[in-house]
Protein backbone atom coordinates (compact mmCIF):
# COMPACT_ATOMS: atom_id res chain seq x y z
CA UNK A 1 0.00 0.00 0.00
CA UNK A 2 1.09 3.17 -0.88
CA UNK A 3 2.15 5.43 1.95
CA UNK A 4 1.42 9.12 1.82
CA UNK A 5 4.23 10.74 2.94
CA UNK A 6 5.50 15.04 4.00
CA UNK A 7 7.17 15.44 0.47
CA UNK A 8 6.85 14.07 -3.34
CA UNK A 9 10.92 14.46 -2.90
CA UNK A 10 10.88 12.47 0.04
CA UNK A 11 8.68 9.71 -1.39
CA UNK A 12 10.47 9.71 -4.88
CA UNK A 13 13.62 8.98 -2.98
CA UNK A 14 12.38 5.79 -1.62
CA UNK A 15 11.06 4.30 -4.28
CA UNK A 16 11.89 3.50 -8.07
CA UNK A 17 13.61 6.95 -8.40
CA UNK A 18 16.40 5.19 -5.91
CA UNK A 19 16.43 1.85 -8.27
CA UNK A 20 17.19 4.57 -11.51
CA UNK A 21 19.77 6.62 -9.40
CA UNK A 22 21.50 3.29 -7.82
CA UNK A 23 21.39 1.22 -10.72
CA UNK A 24 21.05 3.33 -13.65
CA UNK A 25 22.63 1.48 -16.27
CA UNK A 26 21.23 -1.62 -16.04
CA UNK A 27 17.35 0.00 -15.76
CA UNK A 28 17.76 2.02 -18.50
CA UNK A 29 19.04 -1.91 -20.11
CA UNK A 30 15.49 -2.98 -19.30
CA UNK A 31 13.77 -0.33 -20.98
CA UNK A 32 15.67 0.29 -24.25
CA UNK A 33 14.79 -3.19 -25.19
CA UNK A 34 11.25 -2.54 -24.09
CA UNK A 35 9.53 -4.06 -27.67
CA UNK A 36 7.02 -5.90 -26.35
CA UNK A 37 4.35 -6.74 -23.74
CA UNK A 38 6.78 -9.34 -22.62
CA UNK A 39 9.26 -7.29 -22.25
CA UNK A 40 8.26 -4.81 -19.50
CA UNK A 41 8.55 -5.02 -16.14
CA UNK A 42 6.16 -5.73 -13.18
CA UNK A 43 6.10 -2.71 -10.88
CA UNK A 44 5.64 -3.76 -7.43
CA UNK A 45 2.79 -2.78 -5.89
CA UNK A 46 3.03 0.20 -3.67
CA UNK A 47 5.86 1.32 -5.92
CA UNK A 48 5.53 4.88 -7.59
CA UNK A 49 4.86 4.53 -11.52
CA UNK A 50 4.90 7.46 -12.88
CA UNK A 51 3.88 7.85 -16.73
CA UNK A 52 4.14 11.42 -18.81
CA UNK A 53 1.21 11.61 -21.26
CA UNK A 54 2.25 13.52 -24.86
CA UNK A 55 1.21 14.98 -27.60
CA UNK A 56 0.01 18.02 -29.65
CA UNK A 57 -3.36 19.91 -28.43
CA UNK A 58 -6.40 17.65 -29.91
CA UNK A 59 -4.57 14.60 -29.84
CA UNK A 60 -6.22 13.01 -27.25
CA UNK A 61 -4.21 12.87 -24.33
CA UNK A 62 -6.79 13.75 -21.76
CA UNK A 63 -9.48 10.98 -23.64
CA UNK A 64 -7.16 8.18 -23.37
CA UNK A 65 -6.48 8.93 -19.63
CA UNK A 66 -9.64 8.38 -18.60
CA UNK A 67 -9.88 5.23 -19.97
CA UNK A 68 -6.88 4.55 -18.89
CA UNK A 69 -8.11 5.66 -14.86
CA UNK A 70 -11.07 3.56 -15.94
CA UNK A 71 -8.85 0.43 -16.73
CA UNK A 72 -5.79 0.85 -14.59
CA UNK A 73 -6.53 2.51 -11.94
CA UNK A 74 -4.11 5.59 -12.28
CA UNK A 75 -4.39 8.88 -10.97
CA UNK A 76 -4.74 11.25 -13.74
CA UNK A 77 -2.77 14.53 -13.16
CA UNK A 78 -3.47 16.95 -16.30
CA UNK A 79 -1.27 20.17 -16.46
CA UNK A 80 -3.82 22.16 -18.20
CA UNK A 81 -6.56 21.20 -16.05
CA UNK A 82 -4.13 22.25 -12.77
CA UNK A 83 -3.53 25.59 -14.66
CA UNK A 84 -6.77 26.16 -15.23
CA UNK A 85 -8.20 25.49 -11.75
CA UNK A 86 -5.40 28.01 -10.53
CA UNK A 87 -6.80 30.70 -12.64
CA UNK A 88 -10.44 30.07 -11.47
CA UNK A 89 -9.21 29.87 -7.65
CA UNK A 90 -8.08 33.63 -8.18
CA UNK A 91 -4.44 33.06 -7.41
CA UNK A 92 -2.09 35.51 -7.74
CA UNK A 93 -0.42 34.00 -10.74
CA UNK A 94 -3.63 33.29 -12.50
CA UNK A 95 -3.55 36.13 -14.88
CA UNK A 96 0.11 35.64 -15.94
CA UNK A 97 -0.98 31.86 -16.56
CA UNK A 98 -4.30 33.48 -18.44
CA UNK A 99 -2.39 35.29 -20.53
CA UNK A 100 -0.11 32.58 -21.22
CA UNK A 101 -2.76 29.92 -22.31
CA UNK A 102 -4.32 32.62 -24.59
CA UNK A 103 -1.02 32.76 -25.65
CA UNK A 104 -0.16 29.88 -26.54
CA UNK A 105 2.74 29.54 -24.73
CA UNK A 106 4.11 27.65 -21.88
CA UNK A 107 4.03 28.69 -18.54
CA UNK A 108 7.17 28.63 -16.23
CA UNK A 109 7.84 25.80 -15.02
CA UNK A 110 8.51 26.30 -11.75
CA UNK A 111 4.64 27.17 -11.56
CA UNK A 112 3.55 23.50 -13.04
CA UNK A 113 6.11 21.17 -11.22
CA UNK A 114 4.33 22.55 -7.81
CA UNK A 115 1.06 22.36 -9.04
CA UNK A 116 2.09 18.77 -10.35
CA UNK A 117 3.87 18.57 -6.97
CA UNK A 118 1.14 19.36 -4.61
CA UNK A 119 -1.57 16.81 -6.51
CA UNK A 120 0.64 13.41 -6.19
CA UNK A 121 1.40 14.46 -2.58
CA UNK A 122 -2.06 14.93 -1.73
CA UNK A 123 -2.97 11.56 -3.14
CA UNK A 124 -2.44 7.92 -1.72
CA UNK A 125 -2.05 6.39 -5.08
CA UNK A 126 1.30 5.72 -6.49
CA UNK A 127 0.45 5.10 -9.98
CA UNK A 128 0.48 8.58 -11.99
CA UNK A 129 -0.49 9.51 -15.43
CA UNK A 130 1.32 13.07 -15.87
CA UNK A 131 -0.90 15.08 -18.81
CA UNK A 132 -0.04 17.32 -21.03
CA UNK A 133 4.26 17.66 -19.33
CA UNK A 134 6.56 17.98 -20.09
CA UNK A 135 6.06 20.78 -22.79
CA UNK A 136 9.58 21.43 -23.26
CA UNK A 137 13.07 20.95 -22.20
CA UNK A 138 12.69 22.88 -19.33
CA UNK A 139 9.10 21.92 -17.90
CA UNK A 140 11.18 18.41 -17.96
CA UNK A 141 14.72 19.20 -16.07
CA UNK A 142 12.41 21.43 -13.88
CA UNK A 143 10.45 17.73 -12.94
CA UNK A 144 13.75 16.41 -12.77
CA UNK A 145 15.41 18.39 -10.36
CA UNK A 146 12.27 19.29 -8.05
CA UNK A 147 10.49 15.83 -7.72
CA UNK A 148 13.88 14.04 -8.18
CA UNK A 149 12.65 11.13 -10.42
CA UNK A 150 12.56 9.99 -13.96
CA UNK A 151 9.23 8.77 -15.31
CA UNK A 152 8.50 4.95 -15.72
CA UNK A 153 6.64 4.78 -19.35
CA UNK A 154 5.94 7.99 -21.76
CA UNK A 155 3.68 7.60 -24.15
CA UNK A 156 3.03 10.21 -27.50
CA UNK A 157 -0.17 10.67 -29.20
CA UNK A 158 1.23 11.15 -32.86
CA UNK A 159 -1.74 13.03 -34.86
CA UNK A 160 -1.93 14.66 -38.27
CA UNK A 161 -2.50 18.79 -37.87
CA UNK A 162 -5.25 18.90 -39.43
CA UNK A 163 -7.07 16.31 -37.28
CA UNK A 164 -5.49 18.09 -34.09
CA UNK A 165 -7.23 21.18 -35.57
CA UNK A 166 -10.60 19.62 -36.36
CA UNK A 167 -10.62 17.94 -33.07
CA UNK A 168 -9.69 21.35 -30.85
CA UNK A 169 -12.63 23.42 -32.58
CA UNK A 170 -15.17 21.33 -31.97
CA UNK A 171 -13.79 20.30 -28.49
CA UNK A 172 -16.56 22.51 -26.81
CA UNK A 173 -15.47 22.87 -23.79
CA UNK A 174 -15.68 26.99 -23.75
CA UNK A 175 -11.50 27.17 -23.48
CA UNK A 176 -9.71 30.17 -24.55
CA UNK A 177 -6.69 28.55 -26.64
CA UNK A 178 -9.64 26.93 -28.59
CA UNK A 179 -9.83 28.72 -31.46
CA UNK A 180 -7.89 29.01 -34.41
CA UNK A 181 -5.32 31.90 -33.75
CA UNK A 182 -4.34 30.04 -30.37
CA UNK A 183 -3.93 26.62 -32.14
CA UNK A 184 -1.81 27.88 -34.79
CA UNK A 185 0.56 29.39 -32.45
CA UNK A 186 0.59 26.18 -30.02
CA UNK A 187 1.55 23.91 -33.11
CA UNK A 188 4.26 26.24 -33.57
CA UNK A 189 5.35 25.99 -29.84
CA UNK A 190 4.58 22.55 -29.83
CA UNK A 191 6.81 21.65 -32.82
CA UNK A 192 9.48 24.11 -31.38
CA UNK A 193 9.48 22.68 -27.87
CA UNK A 194 7.86 19.35 -27.65
CA UNK A 195 9.82 17.43 -29.79
CA UNK A 196 13.14 17.63 -28.08
CA UNK A 197 11.78 15.77 -25.03
CA UNK A 198 9.90 13.57 -27.15
CA UNK A 199 13.08 12.58 -28.97
CA UNK A 200 14.75 12.71 -25.34
CA UNK A 201 12.57 9.37 -24.46
CA UNK A 202 12.98 7.85 -27.50
CA UNK A 203 16.58 7.63 -27.44
CA UNK A 204 16.47 6.54 -23.98
CA UNK A 205 13.75 3.68 -25.11
CA UNK A 206 11.01 5.16 -22.95
CA UNK A 207 8.72 6.65 -25.70
CA UNK A 208 5.46 4.23 -26.99
CA UNK A 209 4.41 6.05 -30.11
CA UNK A 210 0.85 5.69 -30.50
CA UNK A 211 -1.18 6.57 -33.86
CA UNK A 212 -3.75 8.78 -32.67
CA UNK A 213 -6.08 8.23 -35.55
CA UNK A 214 -9.18 6.01 -35.03
CA UNK A 215 -11.86 5.63 -32.96
CA UNK A 216 -11.01 6.51 -29.08
CA UNK A 217 -11.64 2.21 -28.10
CA UNK A 218 -9.33 1.39 -31.36
CA UNK A 219 -6.90 4.02 -30.16
CA UNK A 220 -6.97 2.33 -26.52
CA UNK A 221 -6.57 -1.09 -27.56
CA UNK A 222 -3.23 -0.36 -28.55
CA UNK A 223 -3.05 1.52 -24.94
CA UNK A 224 -3.96 -0.98 -23.07
CA UNK A 225 -0.68 -3.52 -23.49
CA UNK A 226 1.76 -1.27 -21.95
CA UNK A 227 0.00 -1.31 -18.98
CA UNK A 228 -0.74 -4.76 -19.16
CA UNK A 229 1.92 -5.94 -16.40
CA UNK A 230 0.06 -3.65 -13.41
CA UNK A 231 -2.92 -5.25 -13.86
CA UNK A 232 -1.58 -8.68 -12.73
N1 LIG B 1 -9.97 9.25 -31.29
C1 LIG B 1 -10.71 10.36 -31.37
N2 LIG B 1 -11.41 10.62 -32.48
C2 LIG B 1 -12.16 11.75 -32.58
N3 LIG B 1 -12.27 12.68 -31.60
C3 LIG B 1 -11.59 12.46 -30.48
C4 LIG B 1 -10.76 11.31 -30.29
N4 LIG B 1 -10.19 11.36 -29.07
C5 LIG B 1 -10.63 12.51 -28.53
N5 LIG B 1 -11.46 13.16 -29.35
C6 LIG B 1 -12.12 14.46 -29.12
O1 LIG B 1 -11.17 15.45 -29.51
C7 LIG B 1 -11.17 16.53 -28.59
C8 LIG B 1 -9.77 16.65 -27.99
O2 LIG B 1 -9.52 15.51 -27.17
P1 LIG B 1 -8.73 15.65 -25.81
O3 LIG B 1 -8.75 14.33 -25.13
O4 LIG B 1 -9.24 16.82 -25.04
O5 LIG B 1 -7.25 15.94 -26.39
P2 LIG B 1 -5.99 16.63 -25.72
O6 LIG B 1 -6.10 16.44 -24.23
O7 LIG B 1 -4.81 15.91 -26.31
O8 LIG B 1 -6.03 18.05 -26.14
C9 LIG B 1 -12.26 16.24 -27.58
O9 LIG B 1 -13.45 16.91 -27.97
C10 LIG B 1 -12.45 14.72 -27.66
O10 LIG B 1 -13.76 14.33 -27.35
N1 LIG C 1 3.07 21.65 -19.08
C1 LIG C 1 2.18 22.58 -19.47
C2 LIG C 1 0.86 22.21 -19.83
C3 LIG C 1 -0.01 23.18 -20.26
N2 LIG C 1 0.39 24.48 -20.32
C4 LIG C 1 -0.50 25.54 -20.81
O1 LIG C 1 -1.84 25.11 -20.81
C5 LIG C 1 -2.37 25.08 -22.14
C6 LIG C 1 -3.39 23.98 -22.26
O2 LIG C 1 -2.76 22.74 -21.98
P1 LIG C 1 -3.59 21.38 -22.05
O3 LIG C 1 -2.66 20.26 -21.75
O4 LIG C 1 -4.81 21.49 -21.21
O5 LIG C 1 -4.00 21.37 -23.59
P2 LIG C 1 -4.43 20.14 -24.52
O6 LIG C 1 -3.19 19.64 -25.18
O7 LIG C 1 -5.07 19.14 -23.64
O8 LIG C 1 -5.36 20.76 -25.51
C7 LIG C 1 -1.11 24.95 -23.02
O9 LIG C 1 -1.32 25.38 -24.35
C8 LIG C 1 -0.15 25.87 -22.27
O10 LIG C 1 -0.43 27.23 -22.50
C9 LIG C 1 1.68 24.83 -19.95
O11 LIG C 1 2.05 25.99 -20.02
N3 LIG C 1 2.56 23.87 -19.52
MG1 LIG D 1 -6.00 17.77 -22.64
Given at each position: MWRRVASVSHLFSHSKSTKFNQQGASTFKIWETFTSESEIPTPSKGSLFVTFVLGGPGSGKGTQCAKIVEAFGFTHVSAGDLLRREIASGSAYGSVILSTIREGKIVPSQVTVELIQKEMESSDNYKFLID????SEENRKAFEKTIGAEPDVVLFFDCPEQEMVKRVLN????????NIDTIKKRLEIFDELNWPVINYYSQRGKLHKIN???TVDEIFEKVRPIFAPLSK
Open positions: GFPRRNQGRVDDAVG
